[in-house]
């Protein structure tokens, strides 16, 4: 790929996190009838494959409970918080469970090289941030590594599906088609088999040819 189809690549995935701030990547939350805020699972991307779906959840869920998962005084905080004020041990437990819950699953995803080291420097950030006592964890708590880790792996996945979608014929409102060398980078369908399925946004799915 030319360092213009990455550079566009990445100006696109940007701007899908513009949408995120690194709020709870498993939730929303929305008014219902009676007025009172509520939480519901997030949807899915459209047009993902079986395989990226079941990662996905899996990313957003973790990335919850270690990063907000539980109430403190009003905020929000995660099992990394806690673990983080163990001196020592616990920066090095909360970097080790970082990795291994969020970051080595997104390695499964056929993620690009880039996209990855994105998500290891958020990690390096955590960690430099546990360095500092009492101020270092407070700033863990804010800066949510998990959280921007998932909203990273979504906003490439929305893209993927996006591309796979526009493949098979079916537009996708306010997206255009990216040049094919761009359009490589995401790997369009990527995870689907014969028996596969990709995701319609809620969870359901739209049946698939093999992948080429």
Known sequence: MTAIAQKIAGNAIKERMQQYAPVDPYYDEVINSKGKVKKVKRGVPPGLSARDEKILRKIRKRAHYLDKGMNLCGFRVGWTFFIGIV???GDIVDAG????????????LDIPKDLLSKMLLNNAV?????????VGDLGLAAWRANSRNAHLIEAYLTIRGE??????????????????????????????????MVGNGNGGGLGVSKRK
């Open 126 to 134: 955590s960690v430099a941030m546990g360095l500092v006592p009492l």
């Open 163 to 196: 591309e796979f979608l526009a493949q098979q014929g079916q537009a996708v409102a306010g997206t255009d088609r990216f040049q094919p060398e761009v359009s490589e980078h995401f790997s369009p369908g990527s995870g689907m088999h014969q028996a596969g």
């Open 97 to 108: 469970l970082n990795y291994g819950l969020v970051v080595r699953p997104a390695t499964e």
């Open 87 to 89: 001196p020592g041990l």
